[in-house]
DNA sequence: CGGCACGTTGAGAAAATTCAACTCACGTGG
DNA sequence: CCACGTGAGTTGAATTTTCTCAACGTGCCG
């Protein structure tokens, strides 16, 4: 789990690359957005004014593996997802990663960096993305020509610190099962807004990724995920998660002693 | 630990209060806040635009106990601490709360209720506060004017993502008492900024409130707490902290096996 | 002088981690 | 084409950490 340093040497489109596999878009990958496009794609609602902003934004193709930025580099850009799966991360002194989130089409990357003009964190591709580009400083020049865009901007940040309330929640309060539940269903909705099955989808990334974004190891992860198995909440193999019983995961509080732990017989299921 | 639901009906001052505790204001306490003094509270470096900006934000005096805002209620308002200390929470559910921070003088409030227009949190002040009331319409369009101010803004939306940031990494990663010391120097750290002593200072929350926040029980607090006292890292008594190895605390990562858990001789100290 | 909320401490129970062995899928090179 | 290596995932057992339950201090307010 040692930081292998890539450099993140991304390439910015100059040819046509082979097409990506969006489907309301059967024509080769764009590279250049609109300030509308950018809008549509955060789901924020724009006014007139935007609809006519001639501005483009460069796109970015990154591999798996790949970062669209590092800890430590000077804070010019924000980034938003148009496609593909990311991963983002704090390397800790001790050199070992903490995820933060897993960002896909739609979410803003980089803004932590802001505050000390440095990003604190990183964002490394779990497959082929690609990203809108989006200097900063051009986005808060906009921000004070279009008054609805410098609020909406406000709401998608206001709306990460739900996010990561929630998560504190979650970490904080729940058990090991319910996390993995919980975490599942987030991801559940999310491919479901994106327009995926909501019921049937592929991990994007490891047992050891999820424990770190859920505060657990990746064995606990694992045998959380093997009991709702065996409780017939979900199929799952390998990466492949299909689920069954989405209410079910939403209000579990904890595993009944029978699944995945097989020591004792029966005790109170009672809500810690 | 219910929520005995006292109504929020915050007294606004009319009357001159009985003088507070800043040493730097010996007059009676203010009513209304410039938006220059707003952004020196913040920490902002403002330009001269705002220097000579006429508006006024009124002023709040809240008692311990009483809240700023609470859950579900339309969001209108921004506040910003001047004095006194609070915490916001979330109350989940099952009507256990979650405590999301401790804010004191200079943080901002309630930012997290732009998103849905309804705060999703709340703030209980845990001493007597006053509060710059700062509506967010008027704000966003003062943003609209001063350039600066609304990059400003945007800093300390990202400042506040980083912190959320470090404390999802304390509680996932850390041990319980690697997160009770860190709390202690956290607010150290705070308490210095605000002018204050660093070593001596009174925690103006429970031991079940600090729980809440790093994702604990208050026995593994109060523990934690007995255990540096036991190693001489910190005076404890009660309320009172002294704190004597500011560096030990910051780096500790487990307590030695002969403090606070008596029961087994000489093991390994290693990090995790 | 209670009553009460907060805090401390102990002991046992439960949850999650650690360590270890094993399986599985996949890609590479003989 | 298959053996082999490797990273990922699963499962088991022992251990450690933290929680739970319970008893007991302590300080404050009416």
Not at 207 to 223: A, D, H, K, N, P
Not at 233 to 252: F, H
Request: aromatic share 8%; proline share 5%; hydrophobic share 40%.
């Amino acid at each position: 789990m040692f930081s292998t340093s890539i450099p993140a040497k991304n390439v910015v489109y100059n040819i046509t690359p082979p097409a990506s596999a969006r489907s309301a878009d059967p024509h080769a990958r764009k590279l250049w957005s609109s300030l509308k496009d950018v809008c549509k794609l955060l789901g924020i609602a724009f006014g007139a004014s935007v609809e006519h902003e001639p501005v483009q934004f460069q796109h970015m193709a990154v591999q798996t593996g790949q970062r669209v930025y590092t800890m430590g580099q000077p804070f010019d850009m924000l980034y938003v997802v148009r496609s593909g799966f990311l991963k983002t991360v704090v390397i800790d002194d001790g050199g070992s990663e903490q995820i933060l989130n897993f960002p896909m089409k739609g979410n803003l990357l980089g803004i932590d960096g802001l505050h000390n003009k440095r990003y604190p964190s990183e964002a490394v591709a779990l497959s082929t993305c690609d990203i809108v580009c989006v200097p900063f400083k051009q986005l808060a020049a906009l921000g004070q020509q279009h008054p609805g865009l410098e609020t909406a901007i406000y709401s998608i940040l206001s709306q990460e610190l739900m996010h990561e309330h929630s998560m504190l929640n979650t970490i904080s309060s729940l058990s090991a099962e319910a996390r993995v539940a919980r975490f599942l269903v987030w991801l559940s909705n999310r491919y479901m807004k994106m327009g995926y099955s909501g019921t049937q989808f592929n991990l994007r990334m490891t047992r050891q990724e999820i424990g770190s974004y859920l505060g657990l190891t990746l064995e606990t992860v694992s045998r959380a995920l093997s009991g709702f198995k065996q409780m017939g909440l979900i199929e799952v193999n390998q990466r492949a998660i299909e689920i069954k019983d989405l209410y079910a995961l939403q209000t579990l509080r904890r595993l009944p002693p029978a699944y995945g732990n097989p020591r004792r017989a029966v005790t109170k299921t009672l809500a810690r």
